[in-house]
């Protein structure tokens, strides 16, 4: 394979990887090492539908004054992910502000940004945000054409299981196996080579085509299974209010008693999943904190939510920490102890070796190459050529 080829292999690599991360982090409402803003709280700087390099907390480092973070707001922008500056810090936590705003988030009623609530930060070079203009135009329109065909698929076969993260890693799988299949079958019936050389050439770029697209397929599928364990997962706050007197529901706690509630736990696919609910605060705690989901159901935990002697508002976070039970329940525990990256580092080994280890015998065989299956390597050649 020349030089050449390999560059062009690299690049579809990348703009697959691009694409993927930002179609997912659409998808599901949270970044996915890239992101994009829809309005223009953060101009010049980012204009609308600009995108960013979204650095997930894990190995982003502590906040500093100045970051630009994406954090999940309790009131502004209806709860929903916002990204913006931070301009302070106070005991309370991070001040934050648009650069376009004339005034803070916490002036307009945005209580100050715990740790809890970040999830990533805008990667900067030189104290200047990385952007890329205009990718939230292309995704949105690749993610609305992604889920017309999740919703027309579900509703052909009848189950729900093809929609959301997980159903996109099983339609994307599903048309891995189906292309290789045809390609196999065309290549059959398109007869023998006709030289030895024409053969030898189409049989290497063939071959390295096929490791591209299996490749580019693991690496799909694995941003798609590692979205599907971090994004339900994360913070989970709770917002009471410690008062003198108690109240109905958890919202208005009486000063130093506890409230309870429950929690669900969904699977939210064909797959089970392990749960660990862990305290990110003080005053809140998760019983049972080590839930096993089986598919397609839901478990709960009850949530026990304390408020404080002094009053005043308060909020009380458990961050959830989600993987796919593909490992004994036991691995996983071991490694989350670790680091709760661990079992996701693991998940997506044994995941992505079987996927690739699939391709990669489709397309060599287990025995040695002969004549008459030449066809799927000449096949593969001509059309990618």
Not at 122 to 146: C, E, F, K, M, S
Not at 305 to 325: C, D, F, I, K, M
Not at 345 to 358: E, M, N, Q
């Amino acid at each position: 394979m020349t030089p050449r080829r390999a560059a062009e292999y690299a690049l579809v690599g990348v703009l697959l990887l691009v694409i993927g991360s930002l179609v997912l982090g659409q998808a599901t409402g949270q970044p996915v090492l890239f992101s994009y803003v829809e309005t223009g709280s953060m101009e010049p700087m980012l204009r609308p539908n600009d995108g960013f390099v979204a650095i997930p907390m894990a190995v982003a480092g502590p906040v500093r004054t100045g970051d630009v973070i994406v954090f999940d707001a309790v009131n502004l922008n209806g709860g929903d992910l916002v990204t913006h500056r931070v301009v302070g810090e106070t005991d309370g936590g991070y001040i934050t502000k648009g650069d376009a705003n004339p005034v803070t988030d916490q002036d307009s009623a945005e209580p100050p940004v715990q740790d809890a609530q970040i999830v990533a930060k805008a990667l900067q070079v030189g104290g200047r945000i990385v952007v890329v203009p205009q990718l939230g135009v292309v995704v949105v329109t690749i993610n609305d054409g992604l889920s017309g065909i999740q919703r027309s698929l579900a509703t052909l076969f009848g189950t729900r299981a093809l929609l959301g993260s997980q159903g996109l890693a099983y339609i994307l799988f599903g048309f891995g196996i189906v292309t290789y299949v045809l390609t196999d079958l065309l290549g059959r019936k398109s007869g023998p080579t006709r030289t030895r050389r024409t053969s030898r050439s189409g049989i290497d770029d063939g071959r390295a085509m096929g490791r591209v697209y299996v490749l580019a397929l693991t690496a799909c599928l694995l941003i798609l299974v590692t979205g599907s364990m971090t994004v339900p997962a994360g913070p989970q706050s709770f917002d009471i209010v410690s008062s003198s007197q108690d109240a109905p529901g958890i919202r208005v706690v009486a000063s130093g008693t506890s409230e309870t509630v429950r929690y669900l736990v969904p699977s939210n696919g064909l797959l089970p999943v392990v749960v660990f609910l862990e305290p990110a605060t003080e005053g809140i705690a998760a019983q049972p904190s080590t839930v096993y989901v089986s598919s397609n159901s839901v478990r709960e935990s009850i949530v026990t939510v304390t408020a404080p002697p002094s009053t005043g508002y308060y909020q009380r976070t458990l961050v959830e920490h989600r993987y796919l039970a593909v490992l004994p329940t036991s691995t996983i525990e071991a490694l989350y102890r670790i680091h709760p990256w661990l079992p996701i580092v693991a998940i997506d080994a044994l995941l992505g070796a079987g996927v690739a280890s699939l391709g990669l015998s489709t397309l060599y065989g287990t025995r040695r190459v002969r004549s008459r299956d030449l066809p799927l390597r000449e096949r593969l050649y001509r059309f990618f050529k």
